[in-house]
T-cell receptor
């Protein structure tokens, strides 16, 4: 499974757009990029997944450049309730292995 | 409602007393997995299963057992719990091939004294 690198922490203010970038230089051809959100003492929650270009759902967008060596999770107009840890995971879908990195702790301030 | 259900939510036990944490999913998912989460160490995979009767070790399997006799259930067994297994445990499941869209349970906070 490809190793990922994310910033340890980020601060933002309510109403701003937040972009969290993840590096995954060793991504393989059949690997997907998936992001999770975790609140304290709760299980991680799936946010978004993509393979290439851009993916958008009701809560976030995921931007993946052509070389796929990085990806950016974009959270539009964050609120205090978006304060959480965000994990970027990279891997193929035909294995049960799932390795979480250290994640990015996002603190949204009023 | 599609969900992963773990029981119990909280458990305090004594060293050496065998225990089982149950996990059940109602989404007909093939893949199931157990994780533990500890401060400073993040989420670490204990065991995973890719289908009935197919299980494999994750990164920290020592001291744990699992079984997958039915598709919906994936219990985590601690034969002889020790204090270093005090942790927050999560079960997760997903269906088929094509990414990592796992659904996680609410967690089991285990304390071994």
């Amino acid at each position: 499974l490809a190793k990922t690198t994310q910033p340890i922490s980020m601060d933002s203010y309510e109403g701003q757009e937040v972009n969290i970038t993840c590096s995954h230089n060793n991504i393989a051809t059949n690997d997907y990029i998936t992001w999770y959100q975790q609140f304290p003492s709760q299980g991680p929650r799936f946010i978004i997944q993509g393979y290439k270009t851009k993916v958008t759902n009701e809560v976030a967008s995921l931007f993946i450049p052509a070389d796929r060596k990085s990806s950016t999770l974009s959270l539009p107009r964050v609120s205090l309730s978006d304060t959480a840890v965000y994990y970027c995971l990279v891997g193929g879908g035909n294995t049960g292995k799932l390795i979480f990195g250290q994640g990015t702790t996002l603190q949204v301030k009023p | 409602e599609a969900q992963v259900t773990q029981n119990p939510r909280y458990l305090i036990t004594v060293t050496g007393k065998k225990l089982t944490v149950t996990c059940s999913q109602n989404m007909n998912h093939e893949y199931m997995s157990w994780y533990r989460q500890d401060p400073g160490l993040g989420l670490r995979q204990i065991y995973y299963s890719m289908n009935v009767e197919v299980t494999d070790k994750g990164d920290v399997p020592e001291g744990y057992k699992v079984s997958r006799k039915e598709k919906r259930n994936f219990p985590l067994i601690l034969e002889s719990p020790s204090p270093n297994q005090t942790s927050l445990y999560f079960c997760a499941s997903r269906g088929g091939v094509g990414g990592y869209g796992y659904t996680f349970g609410s967690g089991t906070r285990l304390t071994v004294v």
